[in-house]
Nanobody
């Protein structure tokens, strides 16, 4: 499985961005998918996850109510809609796929495949 993340950029505080992650392969709907981020000088942290069907989602407290994860299995793509962005959301955002657990998880070590990352910069 190859993952290609896109959609990052520079945005002012309070603005919005939508990240996309396109996946190769025929079994995309079986994978739990997640978004993680890594800010400068910090460890990578969990942002959001979605089950293979798309019916179940889970968010980090820091983004709950502002970010929405979704997926389109027909397009092999997972999205992260980010609203009300804050400077502390500045980070490289990574998408990841878990081939063993289609429910989605916040455990980083459960993910088998990772995208290359896309940079989100939020100015104050």
């Amino acid at each position: 499985v190859q993952l290609q993340a896109s959609g990052g950029g520079l945005v002012q505080a309070g603005g919005s961005l939508r990240l996309s992650c396109a996946a190769s392969g025929r079994t995309f709907s079986r994978y739990g998918m997640g978004w993680f981020r890594q800010a400068p000088g910090k460890e990578r942290e969990f942002v959001a996850t979605i089950s293979g069907s798309g019916r179940s989602t889970y968010y980090a407290d820091s983004v709950k109510g502002r970010f929405t994860i979704s997926r389109d299995n027909a397009k092999n793509t997972v999205y992260l809609q980010m609203n009300s962005l804050k400077p502390e959301d500045t980070a490289v955002y990574y998408c990841a796929a878990d081939q063993n657990l289609d429910s989605g998880t916040y455990y980083e070590k459960m993910y088998d495949y990772w995208g290359q990352g896309t940079l989100v910069t939020v100015s104050s």
